[in-house]
Structures are given as structure tokens and as C-alpha cells.
């Protein structure tokens, strides 16, 4: 199976649509951290939720990455300003993930080998299109209330001896716990809702969880790998934008390859229908559609 991922992995031409994917990310991870300032703000105060905030984006991406977020320029909550900062970041985030889910659902429908919805009207593909868009905006509504809710809790764990009799390891554990249970979570969510085929959960969950878990692993590994090479350095003050840049790629090949794996593990599960929609019989003397994927792909 993981052989079989592996060749999938280069047959979909994962590592562009990972680059592609990773752009338009970047582009919509700037106004997500003033809405994420402003959802921490009703739990911490003003500049202890960026704070907060800036901690555990960096316990996500590494010291290198959040740099970049750092540098943001933070608006004065509390006035008109800041309340038109947050509209435009509502905006921009908008428009980011528009064509973040529109790369992200052709990529998934690459991988799992939809077929193109050719005969279908403009307003069945607005409602398909909407329907998944709103899964999106939902995952960032998640991952939001997560990064405040993870800030609350390594909070907790650092006030924890006046808190309550815990050990602060507790904290730390609940709280790696539950960030790995979120991100899971969003992964599952990203497999069963954006491809066009019907996928079960209980294969979105396996491969929702080993996604979890490549991605945790290799989050330490790329924050090691940044750390000590050069790579950012080189870029002089651009550096901490490369290395957002780079460890959106590393994110956005983890989900590819999770949606492989996936694809793979349901396709080979036994006791299991075929996910893939029934494909339109082949005309007398042309080869089907099951000849060339049986053919051609892994």
C-alpha cells in the first residue's frame, strides 16, 4: 500500500499541485491572523491574544515561518481602524480561500479520479461549488476557535500550580492531544466533503489520522531542517516569507500524500464497493476509460 502511494503520489503530479496550493495559502494566512487576534481577544486581552496567538502558530509552523506573521502590522482594536482592518482581512481571507478551494477540490478531484461534471447546469455547479466552499470556510472557522482554544490551554498549563493541583506535563499532554484531534478532524472533513465521489468515513478516518500523524512528525523535522540550514538566510529579509512559503508546500504535500493513502487504502479494503463513479460505456472500437486507468495508473 505504501509503495502504491508512492507511485500515485508522482503519477498526480502531487509536487505541483502542492506548489500551487501552497501560494494561494500564503496569500490567505496574513488576514487570518488578525481574525484569529480577534476571536483570542475574547478570552485574553488585546496584545496578549497576539501574543498567544503568535505562540501557538509558531509551535505549528516553527520560529522561521511565524516570523513572517509576526511582522504583520497589528490594527488598534477597539477603534474604526481596527474594525475596518477586520473587515478587509474578512474580505481578503475570503478571496483567498475561494481560490484556494477551487486548487484544493480540482486537486482532490485529480487524485481521486472524478470525473468532470460536463452535462451538468450553472446552478447545479454553483450549489456544488458553494456547498463545498462553505466546507472550507467552516475548516477555518475550526482551526480558528482551536488556536484559541490551544492559547487557553498552554495558558492554563502555565498558571496551572494556582490553578488547580496538576502537574504541568497534564496541560502540555491535553493540549498536544487535543491539537492532533483537531487536525485530524480537519483532515477528515477535507477528504469526505471536497472530492466529487462518495468516500465512507471510516476510510476518511484512517487516512485523516495517518495524515495527523505524517504531518506532526514532519512538522518537527521541517522546524529542524530550518533551523539549521541556510536557506532562509540566503534570501536576506524575505527569509522568514520564505520559510511560511516553504512549510505551506511541506503542509499542502501531507495532504496530498494523506489523500492518496486514502484513496489507496479504500480501493484495497476488502468487503468494499468501488468509490469511483460508474464511468459512461466506451463506443464500439475505443478503449474504455477502466482500460486506460488500469493501464496507465498506479
Request: with cysteine; net charge neutral.
Amino acid at each position: 500500500m505504501v509503495w502504491e502511494t508512492i507511485k500515485a503520489y508522482y503519477f498526480d503530479k502531487v509536487p505541483q499541485l502542492g506548489a500551487a496550493l501552497a501560494f494561494y495559502t500564503t496569500v490567505a494566512v496574513a488576514p487570518l491572523l488578525v481574525l484569529a487576534v480577534a476571536v483570542a481577544e475574547i478570552v485574553f486581552k488585546e496584545e496578549q491574544a497576539r501574543r498567544r496567538i503568535l505562540g501557538e502558530i509558531e509551535n505549528l509552523v516553527g520560529s522561521d515561518a511565524s516570523r513572517a506573521l509576526a511582522q504583520v502590522e497589528p490594527p488598534n482594536y477597539g477603534s474604526d481602524t481596527a474594525t475596518f482592518a477586520t473587515i478587509v482581512s474578512l474580505a481578503t481571507l475570503m478571496v483567498g480561500a475561494v481560490f484556494v478551494f477551487v486548487h484544493l477540490q480540482d486537486a482532490l478531484n485529480t487524485i481521486w479520479r472524478a470525473p468532470a461534471y460536463t452535462g451538468e447546469g450553472w446552478l447545479a455547479t454553483v450549489k456544488r461549488r458553494l456547498f463545498s466552499l462553505g466546507a472550507v470556510l467552516a475548516t477555518g472557522f475550526i482551526m480558528l476557535v482551536s488556536l484559541t482554544l490551544s492559547a487557553a490551554l498552554t495558558w492554563l498549563g502555565e498558571n496551572a500550580s494556582s490553578l488547580a493541583e496538576l502537574p504541568t506535563g497534564v496541560w502540555q499532554t491535553l493540549n498536544f492531544t487535543f491539537s492532533f484531534g483537531v487536525i485530524t478532524f480537519l483532515f477528515a472533513i477535507i477528504f469526505k466533503l471536497l472530492p466529487d465521489v462518495e468516500v465512507r468515513w471510516r476510510d476518511v478516518g484512517t487516512g485523516a489520522a495517518v495524515t495527523a500523524l505524517l504531518f506532526v512528525l514532519g512538522k518537527t523535522v521541517l522546524g529542524l531542517y530550518l533551523a539549521r540550514s541556510s536557506v532562509t538566510s540566503a534570501y536576506g529579509a524575505a527569509g522568514s516569507a520564505i520559510a511560511l512559503l516553504l512549510w505551506c508546500y511541506y503542509a499542502a504535500q501531507i495532504l496530498f500524500l494523506g489523500a492518496e493513502f486514502t484513496r489507496i487504502h479504500a480501493r484495497t479494503a476488502g468487503g468494499r464497493k468501488p468509490l469511483e463513479p460508474e464511468k459512461p460505456a466506451a463506443k464500439p472500437g475505443e478503449a474504455s476509460d477502466e482500460d486506460v486507468a488500469r493501464a496507465s495508473r498506479p
